[in-house]
C-alpha cells in the first residue's frame, strides 16, 4: 500500500486518476452521523488457532504438538479456556478495557477449493457461492445507510478493492504519480480543463483533499506502513467520513509460522493501536473494527512447521463501539470427529452474520435490508452476543 502524500505528488496521481476509467477521483462529502466502521481485511487465511488458541481443548497439543503453546512459552490466558499468542500481548489492554474481542469458529459458506481468490471473492462480495455477487458487501451498505446520498467510504489503498465495489460512490485514495506539480503548473492545468467538467471536479476536490492530509500528518514525515495507513484512515475518520477499509497481507503461513507469523499479527495489533492514538476518545467510543479473513487453517500443523489452508477461522473485533473482553461463538471441539473433512476446525457461525451486525449496530441498517439487498438470503441474529449492549 503506497501511503506517499504530497501536494505535488498528490495533485499529478489525482490527475492521472481523472483519466482513468478505472479509477475514482479523491473527494469527500458531508457525512450525518458519528458512529464508525473500520473492515480489516487478512489477506492469506490468518490462522485464528493460533492467534486466540484453545488451550483448554484437550486436542489441540495433539494436533499441534510444535505450534501450540503454553504459558510458559508465553501464551497468555484469556478466559481460561482461550490463550493470545504473545506476539499479539499489545492487545491485552485493550482486552481488559473490553475494546477488543474475537470471534471463534467462524466462516464464509466457502467450502470447496479453499483457493485465495475464490475465499476472497466471497469474504468481500458477501454471497453465499462464488461470483454470486459482482459488488461489495459494504458498497451495498452504503446505499441502505439513512441519507446515504450524502454518505461515502474511503477505501484506502491505490486500487478500490472489492469489499467497496460497485455503484455506490467510494473515494479512493490512490497518490502513486512520478511527477510533481508546482503550482504554476496547477494553475496552467487549472485553466487549460476548466471546461472540462470531470477534470475540473477532480482537481479542486485533489486540492480539497490534499489540504486535508496536511492537517492530518501536521508536517510529519508521510510513509508507507501499516501505521501510516492506520493513521490516514482515523484522520478520514476524524472529518467527514464515517466508513474505511484496507488489508493486511502475509498470513498465507505454510513453512515456519512460528516465525512468519509474527510480521501480520504485529502488523495487526499497530493498525488497531494507531487507530485508538489517533482517534479523539469521544469518537474511539463510536468506532467499530472488524478483521476478517478469507478463511481459516488446518487444525494439525503440517511437516513444515506451517499449516495449510482451512475453514474455520477466527475475526477480530476492536473499538469502543464492541462487546470485547470476550471470545464469542460457538466452540465446536477438536476431538477425533468434529473436524470438517477430518481436517480443518468446524464453522458454528457465518461470517456474514458478525458483518451485518455490525452494519446493523453502527448505522441502523434495518435487518430486512440486510438480508435482502446486503447479503440476500440471511436472518440477522439481533441477539448475538457480539452487538455492544
Known amino acids: 500500500m503506497t501511503i506517499e502524500l504530497s501536494r505535488r505528488s498528490f495533485l499529478a496521481g489525482a490527475c492521472c486518476l481523472a483519466a482513468s476509467p478505472l479509477a475514482t477521483p479523491v473527494s469527500f462529502a458531508a457525512v450525518p452521523g458519528d458512529n464508525r466502521l473500520v473492515t480489516i481485511v487478512l489477506r492469506g487465511a490468518m490462522d485464528g488457532l493460533a492467534l486466540v488458541q484453545p488451550h483448554g481443548d484437550p ?3 495433539r ?32 482486552w481488559r478495557t473490553n475494546e477488543v474481542g474475537f470471534v471463534h469458529a467462524i466462516s464464509t459458506p466457502y467450502r470447496s477449493g479453499r483457493s485465495h481468490f475464490d475465499g476472497q471473492d466471497m469474504l468481500e462480495s458477501g454471497g453465499a457461492a462464488v461470483q454470486e455477487e459482482r459488488t461489495g458487501w459494504l458498497n451495498r451498505a452504503i446505499a441502505t445507510i439513512p441519507r446515504s446520498s ?65 492537517v492530518i500528518y501536521a508536517g510529519e514525515k508521510r510513509g508507507t506502513g501499516v501505521a501510516d495507513v492506520a493513521k490516514l484512515a482515523a484522520g478520514m475518520l476524524s472529518g467527514e467520513h464515517r466508513i474505511a477499509s484496507f488489508s493486511i497481507n502475509g498470513w498465507d ?43 481459516g487453517r488446518t487444525a494439525r500443523e503440517n511437516g513444515s512447521n506451517g499449516t495449510d489452508h482451512g475453514t474455520g477461522g477466527l475475526a477480530i473485533l476492536a473499538g469502543g463501539a464492541v462487546a470485547g473482553g470476550k471470545v ?6 477438536l476431538k477425533e470427529g468434529s473436524l470438517l473433512d477430518d481436517r480443518d476446525l468446524a464453522p458454528t457461525m457465518d461470517l456474514r452474520q458478525l458483518a451485518a451486525a455490525m452494519l446493523y449496530q453502527q448505522f441502523g441498517i434495518p435487518a ?20 455492544h449492549g
Open 253 to 295: 503461513t505454510h513453512v515456519g509460522q512460528d516465525k512468519t507469523f509474527k510480521r501480520p499479527v504485529t502488523d495487526l495489533c499497530t493498525a488497531i493501536l494507531t487507530l485508538k492514538a489517533q482517534l479523539a476518545p469521544a469518537i474511539w467510543q463510536k468506532t467499530a473494527v472488524l478483521a476478517i479473513t478469507e478463511f
Open 368 to 387: 430486512r435490508d440486510l438480508g435482502k439487498q446486503i447479503f440476500p438470503g440471511l436472518s440477522l441474529d439481533t441477539g448475538a452476543s457480539f452487538l
Open 63 to 94: 494436533l499441534r504438538p510444535k505450534l501450540s503453546l503454553t504459558s510458559d512459552q508465553g501464551l497468555i490466558d484469556l478466559d481460561g479456556f482461550f490463550g493470545l499468542h504473545p506476539f499479539a500481548a499489545e492487545l491485552m489492554p485493550l
Open 150 to 214: 450524502e454518505r461515502k467510504a474511503i477505501d484506502v489503498n491505490t486500487t478500490s478493492e472489492l469489499i467497496l465495489t460497485g455503484p455506490n460512490p467510494v473515494d479512493v485514495w490512490s497518490p502513486r504519480a512520478d511527477l510533481e506539480f508546482g503550482l504554476d503548473e496547477q494553475a496552467f492545468f487549472q485553466r487549460l480543463y476548466r471546461n472540462d467538467p470531470a477534470f475540473s471536479t477532480a482537481m479542486s476536490e485533489a486540492v480539497e483533499a490534499d489540504m486535508f492530509s496536511d
Open 59 to 61: 486436542a489441540l497439543l
Open 328 to 333: 464469542h461463538g460457538v466452540w465446536p471441539t
